[in-house]
């Protein structure tokens, strides 16, 4: 099974940038669909972007513009760069590989442990 490591992360300040990493065990992360998700406290967890094996991008529209998804797979890393950040974007926020063809949680799976990030205002 693809294990997902992530760093990155942190605090910063309305307006800063935050770069998160997630790096993957085994190089079956060059063929699948990769996503960040996001959950903050007493919400659901929610797609924030997504990157195909090719690099298609998709992004949810609270962070389109600001948020961009990349992946190098000779690194088998998949990024997640956050500018211009808001105190609403402060969440958890994991990377997942993903399994099937929609944009739910359970359509990923191999999940990353989390990594906070906190805007603060």
């Known amino acids: 099974q693809v294990q997902l490591t992530q760093s990155g992360g942190g605090l910063v300040q309305a307006g800063g940038s935050l770069r998160i990493s997630c790096a993957a065990s085994?190089?079956?992360?060059?063929?699948?669909?990769m996503g960040w998700f996001r959950q903050a406290p007493g919400k659901e967890r929610e797609l924030v972007a997504a990157?195909?094996?090719?690099?298609?991008?998709n992004y949810t529209d609270s962070v389109k513009g600001r948020f961009t998804i990349s992946r190098d797979n000779a690194k088998k890393t998949v990024y997640l760069q956050m500018n211009n950040l808001k105190p609403e974007d402060t969440a958890v926020y994991y990377c997942?590989?993903?399994?099937?063809?929609?944009?739910?949680?359970?359509?990923?799976?191999?999940w990353g442990q989390g990594t906070q990030v906190t805007v603060s205002s």
């Open positions: 997942a590989l993903r399994l099937g063809l929609g944009s739910r949680a359970a359509d990923f799976g191999s």
């Open positions: 085994e190089t079956i992360f060059n063929i699948n669909a």
């Open positions: 990157i195909s094996a090719r690099g298609s991008t």
